[in-house]
């Protein structure tokens, strides 16, 4: 298993790095098919902020399936070992719901913790905004790939990623929502073939959004 160590505003100590890679046991116990582990470091330079100045964000990659975890402290290895805490819950409910499926058992999903932040993958620089912004917005993207253009002078920001997915159901999508710890997940029902949006609202409930549009809905009518 491939294990990256990236920091944001910071510089990696090699006393970390030894600490992630004598913890990563506990992520291929519970998921020996785990081929990559991404951990960030990253520093909040407000003082304000010192007791959360450390964020540390791990994301594991096992086939097709992604599961991340974040958490913030005062320092690096406590924010690490909080990450993996929440990591390691994650995966063992993944691994569970492998177990189910082979039995033939449908599980919903368990409600999970903060919303999560991904990494960026690309930023416009802010010298470059005000002429490439129109052309950032409108040009074709890999999957995977992003792109973050500032509206003129303000601070709004707009990020444009393109994503690949197979088509899935309901229950599925709310799965993959809690595996990526987020209040919301964008995907295509492949009963509807429409696109979707599941997303939390209290306690156990969850709603869906679906879009389609006035033509293609007479087409269908047809």
Do not use: C
Not at 25 to 41: E, F, G, K, M, S
Not at 102 to 119: F, N, Q, S, V
Not at 132 to 160: F, H, K, N, W, Y
Not at 201 to 220: C, K, N
């Amino acid at each position: 298993m491939d294990i990256v160590v990236t920091g944001r505003h910071t510089q990696i100590k090699q006393k970390f790095r030894d600490v992630v890679e004598s913890k990563m046991n506990r992520v291929t116990a519970i998921a020996p098919d785990a081929q990559r582990v991404q951990v960030v470091l990253t520093h909040e330079g407000n003082p304000r902020q010192a007791d959360s100045a450390k964020r540390v964000e791990l994301t594991v990659i096992a086939g097709k399936t992604v599961v991340r975890a974040e958490a913030s402290s005062a320092d690096e290895f406590s924010a690490f070992d909080m990450a993996l805490d929440k990591l390691t819950l994650r995966l063992r409910r993944t691994r569970d719901r492998r177990k189910d499926h082979r039995r033939g058992l449908e599980r919903l999903p368990m409600p999970m913790d903060m919303p999560l932040e991904k990494p960026q993958e690309s930023v416009v620089e802010p010298e470059e905004q005000n002429s490439a912004q129109q052309d950032a917005m409108a040009s074709d993207l890999g999957p995977g790939q992003s792109v973050e253009v500032q509206v003129g002078d303000t601070p709004i920001v707009i990020r444009r990623k393109l994503h690949i997915a197979e088509p899935m159901s309901i229950d599925e999508a709310l799965y993959e929502m809690e595996l990526i710890g987020h209040d919301f997940f964008l995907f295509v029902n492949k009963e509807t073939n429409r696109p979707s949006v599941v997303y939390r609202r209290h306690g156990w409930s969850y709603g869906v959004f679906e879009i389609d549009t006035p033509e293609h809905m007479a087409e269908a009518k047809k």
